[in-house]
């Protein structure tokens, strides 16, 4: 901001300003703003009252991921062919030299990468004996930027029945967030000042397993690494499995059980109290097997089996999915589910 915008008090009625400053021979670059409002474009102007102008310099575009841009400018059409060179500095030192200047647009390439972070060049033209020709030109400031950091994604709850699932994480602010499955873009977000960011996708994913990777890219071009995220998706709710016969009563207590079900589901089978029997993974042609591992004692026994998709391994069936049921029988050789009959005092 300059001086003058400084003591710059009112904007007139039909949107006007100006004001009046004194400036000694130099390059400007200068900026408008209003209160705490967004900062105009820079305008580049030459105050010159001596024998020869101040070279100009053009604006890098900042941020930029570029270590070693090629700096470019113009300078007086009366330096050129004479002998004169011209110098890029940053605090004092010079980064870039242009000799002899043989045209009034001049190129400078950097012979070494510049630090990430702010930057502020500046150009003068020198005589011959390295006396300066000309007052310095007007400043470029400018932001190198070359890396961003990996952002974060957090796990999704896995198995989910949600088809247009929400993802989260943190990332750098002001970065454009994509997660995406393979070379298809999932959703998009950006990264708030906070540093937090979220989106929904925004199709629904297919039922299966699947991985996303989430990825930021800066204002400079930068982009990360991948987060990555797996996790499985299952909507569909099975139908109930059927559950054979079991011939009764029977004197052995080593039953199996059988049945159909949905290929590569979970099948299950329990009793009236709905402790497990046994379960087993129903084959590709649509049956399943099972038999309790040190049988079943005697007792009269009503039996239900459900099952679970193969992406639902863990979630309570029972309560979920709808179930067969039977019945079944052994002699009683003892009757465990009883408790015998109690003797009264005498």
Request: aromatic share 6%; charged share 15%.
């Amino acid at each position: 901001m300059s001086p003058c915008a400084r003591i710059l008090q009112w904007v007139a009625s039909d949107h006007t300003w100006s004001c009046t400053q004194a400036l000694a021979d130099c390059g400007y670059s200068w900026t408008a703003q209003v209160g705490d409002g967004p900062v105009s474009g820079p305008v580049d102007f030459i105050v010159n009252t001596g024998k020869y102008p101040a070279p100009t310099i053009d604006h890098t575009p900042s941020p930029t991921n570029d270590a070693k841009p090629i700096l470019t400018g113009t300078v007086s059409s009366a330096l050129v062919d004479r002998g004169f060179y011209l110098e890029v500095t940053e605090n004092g030192n010079a980064i870039c030299i242009v000799s002899p200047i043989k045209s009034t647009n001049w190129a400078c390439p950097l012979a070494q990468k510049l630090a990430d972070g702010s930057h502020v060049l500046s150009t003068d033209v020198d005589e011959p004996g390295g006396d300066e020709a000309t007052p310095s030109g007007n400043p470029n400031a400018f932001v190198v930027k070359t890396a961003i950091a990996r952002p974060t994604l957090s796990a999704v709850p896995t198995p989910t029945s949600v088809s247009t699932v929400s993802f989260s994480g943190t990332g750098e602010p002001g970065a454009a967030l994509t997660v995406a499955q393979g070379a298809e873009i999932v959703c998009q977000a950006a990264v708030s000042a906070g540093g937090a960011w979220s989106c929904t996708a925004t199709k629904p994913l297919a039922d299966g397993p699947h991985t996303v990777a989430a990825t930021q890219r800066d204002a400079a071009g930068n982009l990360s690494a991948p987060a990555s995220a797996s996790f499985v998706i299952d909507t569909h709710v099975p139908a109930a499995p059927t559950l054979d016969a079991v011939t009764t009563p029977t004197s052995d207590p080593a039953i199996s059980f059988t049945g159909s079900g949905e290929p590569s589901a979970r099948v299950s089978v329990l009793d009236s109290y709905s402790r497990l029997l046994c379960s087993a993974t129903v084959g590709a042609d649509g049956a399943w097997g099972c038999a309790p591992a040190s049988g079943v004692e005697d007792g009269d026994y009503l039996l239900s089996a459900f099952q679970v998709t193969a992406w639902g391994t863990g979630v309570d069936p029972p309560r979920r999915y709808p179930s067969a049921s039977g019945r079944c029988g052994c002699p009683c050789s003892r009757r465990p589910h009883r408790q015998p009959a109690r003797r009264r005092p005498s």
